[in-house]
């Protein structure tokens, strides 16, 4: 058991020598305590602990480099900087016990559900979804780069596996200052096969409305600490055409064009105008999703999807095509390599249909 309690050293309850050595303590020394637990109606817990006993085990320097209790504001900087004391405070604590919720609930969802989890590598020869979102690095005398998306891997495992998932890390090179710009995110992702893009937004929206449930349970108390509070949803969630994300936020003053992706601020927007806590966005052009993207009928739009939550996206995803002459016309159109695509018998064998949630931002 862990967690924080209230000692409290009545003079007439404890004796002398505890009641000398508690007036020595500073903030953040490190105790052991051997007492009586008693009830209290002051303490916060409603229990508080009389010491019997009490061992200084180490004595923090004084004054510490910043408050961990939050009393009082802690620049940015100094909180990375001693990112082991900062982890002492109530908000951050509560941020990483949540975090571990998360991904307890997405590996219990889905290895109960039969999927296999899988540890791709991270470090690649080639791009994984194209772009210059990439960093280099020389492995032995050859280039090499750091995975932007265990995308390819995926696949190659659910042909055998037929529904899979990982966590792990990628990384994207992106130079820009903003809150939700990504270097290096730990990613959850699944793939299955014989899917479409619908059967996997099913799975991602029952999967985020047991997250909000087991969360909203288990987290409680961490959910009040950073000022949270999670409203259940209801499912099905609601798809919105891109055009007609487009053509609502046109109608209200928003500045952007079909071909143009959505900021941050128009995620928000929108799920203002649309008064919905989730809801996916469908119908993507096709040139603004990847290479493996399956297109629509109409060859304009893609089977993709983005999740919005809260006015945020955290997942998005695509059926891929399982077409290998559609495959290579579709590397070829954006630009890069077909050659490892069709070197061997078996990268030209016809495949299952795949789809899987990609980017899933926990």
């Known amino acids: 058991m862990s967690g924080i309690v209230q000692v409290t050293a009545p003079k007439t309850k404890v004796s002398p020598d505890i009641v000398k050595e508690i007036s020595t303590l500073h903030q953040e020394d490190v105790i052991l305590v051997k007492g009586k637990v008693v009830s209290s109606k002051i303490a916060k817990k409603g229990i508080e602990v009389i010491p019997e006993q009490l061992e200084v085990v180490n004595r923090a320097e004084t004054p510490l480099p910043l408050d961990p209790r939050g009393v009082q504001n802690t620049l940015l ?9 900062d982890f002492r405070s109530e908000e951050s604590n509560a941020i990483f016990k949540i975090q571990s919720k998360i991904l307890q609930t997405f590996r219990e969802f889905f290895t109960t559900r039969h999927y296999v989890e899988i540890q791709p590598p991270v470090i690649i020869a080639s791009a994984s979804e194209g772009g210059a979102e990439l960093f280099s690095l020389k492995y ?11 995308q390819l891997y995926k696949q190659m495992c659910a042909i055998s596996f037929e529904k899979v998932y990982t966590v792990l890390p990628v990384f994207r090179a992106e130079k820009f200052e903003q809150p939700t710009h990504l270097n290096e995110v730990r990613q959850m992702d699944i793939e299955q096969a014989f899917s479409t893009d619908e059967d996997v937004m ?23 600490k950073i000022g949270q509070k999670l409203e259940p949803l209801h499912l099905p969630l609601k798809r919105v055409q891109y055009r007609d994300a487009i053509e609502l936020l046109r109608e209200n003053g928003e500045d952007i064009q079909v071909g143009n992706d959505f900021s941050k601020t128009q995620e928000k927007r929108l799920s203002q105008l649309l008064k919905e806590e989730a809801f996916f966005i ?8 990847a290479f493996y993207a399956m297109p629509n009928q ?11 939550y809260r006015g ?36 030209m064998a016809p495949r299952p249909t795949l789809a899987g949630p990609l980017d899933w931002k926990g």
Request: aromatic share 8%.
């Open 312 to 347: 945020l996206e955290i997942a998005s995803g695509t059926q891929r095509i399982h077409v290998p002459a559609l495959l290579i016309q579709q590397l070829k159109s954006k630009g890069l390599r077909t050659s490892s695509s069709t070197s061997t018998r078996s990268d």
């Open 298 to 308: 109409n060859g304009n739009t893609s089977r993709a999807f983005d999740l919005i």
């Open 140 to 150: 032995f005398e050859k280039d090499a780069y750091l995975a932007q998306s265990p």
């Open 282 to 289: 469908v119908g993507w052009p096709s040139e603004q999703k």
């Open 202 to 224: 099913k799975v991602l929206e029952e999967f985020l409305a047991e997250l909000i449930k087991k969360i909203s349970v288990s987290c409680n108390e961490e959910l009040e």
């Open 77 to 85: 900087e100094t909180r990375l900087n001693w990112r082991f004391l």
